[in-house]
Antibody, heavy 127, light 107 residues
Framework: QVQLVQSGAEVKKPGASVKVSCKASGYTFTSYDINWVRQATGQGLEWMGW????????GYAQKFQGRVTMTRDTSITTAYMELSSLRSEDTAVYYCARGVKLQPQGGTYSYYYMDVWGKGTTVTVSS | DIQMTQSPSSLSASVGDRVTITCRASQSISSYLNWYQQKVGKAPNLLIYAASSLQSGVPSRFSGSGSGTDFTLTISSLQPEDFATYYCQQSYSTPYSFGQGTKLEIK
């Protein structure tokens, strides 16, 4: 079945970096984007960015520009999200999610939605 | 950036009730609107995409409507497993912003 399996929980000190992995299985890895979404405890969902595993192209939310890097290794169907210069406000659960593009009939722009999600990786930033 | 605002932020209802959650975009997003359900401690689950298309495997009691700036998610007859938090998300332009969520609780 289609699934995304994420790496385990991380504890980091302020100023450090964290790299979270997301292994895809059950579908052609290079045919769908991978998005990253985070959620602080008791808070809502925050979209961080996307990556096209085929081309390696990425798009990041302005808030994370300069601190986030999304990469992939197609040989092992795994996507990565690295966040640097960590601060306490980065403590959250980080999710990867498969992004689907659907071309509407007669339309120009594709619909886009996230249909498969990983279970999440808890990142705790604490001194 | 496009801001998404949901109402209400929380809602109490009973099993069997019909429930409607509203989502408003700060500018027109056509039908580029998705709805997700999230249960405590779990990842979000896609319910509706393109404003009104039901994701495969999602019960037909869930429906979505709207276009432009105003959208609704309706649950026709609440079931015990529907008590969760619901998020709308726009996919018209990046950053793909979410609403703040609507927590649906048992009355």
């Amino acid at each position: 079945q289609v699934q995304l399996v994420q790496s385990g929980a991380e504890v980091k000190k302020p100023g450090a970096s964290v790299k979270v992995s997301c292994k895809a299985s059950g579908y052609t890895f290079t045919s769908y984007d991978i998005n990253w979404v985070r959620q602080a405890t008791g808070q809502g969902l925050e979209w961080m960015g996307w990556m096209n595993p085929k081309s390696g192209n990425t798009g990041y939310a302005q808030k994370f520009q300069g601190r986030v890097t999304m990469t992939r290794d197609t040989s092992i169907t795994t996507a990565y999200m690295e966040l640097s210069s960590l601060r306490s406000e980065d403590t959250a659960v980080y999710y990867c999610a498969r992004g689907v593009k659907l071309q509407p009939q007669g339309g120009t722009y594709s619909y886009y939605y996230m249909d498969v999600w990983g279970k999440g990786t808890t990142v705790t930033v604490s001194s | 950036d496009i801001q998404m605002t949901q109402s209400p932020s929380s809602l109490s209802a009973s099993v069997g009730d019909r429930v409607t959650i509203t989502c408003r975009a700060s500018q027109s997003i056509s039908s580029y609107l998705n709805w997700y359900q999230q249960k405590v401690g779990k990842a979000p689950n896609l319910l509706i995409y393109a404003a009104s298309s039901l994701q495969s495997g999602v019960p037909s009691r869930f429906s979505g409507s709207g276009s432009g700036t105003d959208f609704t998610l309706t649950i026709s007859s609440l079931q015990p497993e529907d008590f969760a938090t619901y998020y709308c998300q726009q996919s018209y332009s990046t950053p793909y912003s979410f609403g703040q969520g609507t927590k649906l609780e048992i009355k």
